[in-house]
């Protein structure tokens, strides 16, 4: 076995082992794996372990990496910082976003999809830790944000994704994820049907399982400790 495949292997147990934990059903969180900073190779063992998920968070080195495993069969999630001159290669290339956080962002993602493709699936990035992190919409304007992208047709509404800040806190971590639940809860109290909250990565993935993650994005456990320059 690979050391991608064993890292996969045990990966997984951890998940099995938060969802039962949880009195969750085993299959109820699927594992993105994220491959940003590790190249085809390091792609192509994990895929041949079973994975067919796979997240990329910065576009130039993410688009020659999609053109050479075209016809690997895979599901390529973008959850990196896009900008607005930058939709339309997502659009065109990848099956998911998770990091939509303004309108004018998912207006130009739904324009672009291209129409030979199945609407593309978007999750909305909420900022759970107030001024500790810059990334994601506030939690008060998730409402008006997801009704408006929820009528793009371009783009399907999935769910919500958060990074919170860094804290060794497991308490504070915890609810920085129960308060993303929160907010799905309270999106599909008003009509929406989503169902999906991206949250969790290699050091806190049990916690997110506990507090409802239906995606969890794993890097470091699966492919290694990136280099620094490219995070
Ligand atoms: C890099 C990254 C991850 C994976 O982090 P690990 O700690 O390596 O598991 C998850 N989500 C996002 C948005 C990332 O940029």
């Known amino acids: 076995m690979t050391p991608i495949a064993a890292n996969l292997q045990a990966v997984n147990a951890r998940i099995a082992a938060a969802c039962a934990a949880a009195s969750r059903p085993p299959g109820t ?3 993105l794996a994220v491959s940003k900073s590790w190249p085809e190779a390091s792609i192509l063992a994990a895929a041949a372990a079973g994975q067919g998920d796979f997240g990329e968070s910065y576009l130039q080195e ?6 050479a495993l075209a016809d690997a069969g895979l599901e390529w999630h973008f959850i990196g910082p896009l900008q607005s001159n930058k939709t339309r290669p997502v659009a065109e290339h990848f099956d998911w976003v998770h990091s939509v956080e303004r309108l004018k962002i998912a207006e130009r993602l739904s324009a672009q999809r291209p129409a030979t493709r199945p609407p593309l699936n978007v999750c ?7 001024e500790a992190s810059k990334s994601g919409c506030a939690p008060a304007e998730i409402m008006p944000l997801a009704h408006a992208v929820a009528t793009l047709p371009g783009l399907r509404l999935r769910g919500l994704m958060t990074i919170p800040e860094p804290t060794e ?5 915890r609810s920085r994820f129960a308060l993303l639940r929160q907010l799905r809860d309270e999106l599909n109290d008003s009509g929406l049907a989503l169902d999906t909250l991206s949250m969790g990565m ?3 993935l049990e916690t997110a399982i506990a507090e409802g ?6 890097g470091t456990a699966i492919f290694g400790i990136r280099n620094q320059e490219s995070l």
């Open 29 to 31: 969180v699927t594992l």
């Open 62 to 67: 993410a688009l020659p990496k999609l053109d």
């Open 202 to 204: 290699s050091d806190d």
């Open 169 to 173: 806190d497991e308490t504070l971590l």
């Open 213 to 218: 993650a239906t995606i969890v994005r794993v």
């Open 124 to 130: 909305l990035q909420v900022n759970v830790s107030g």
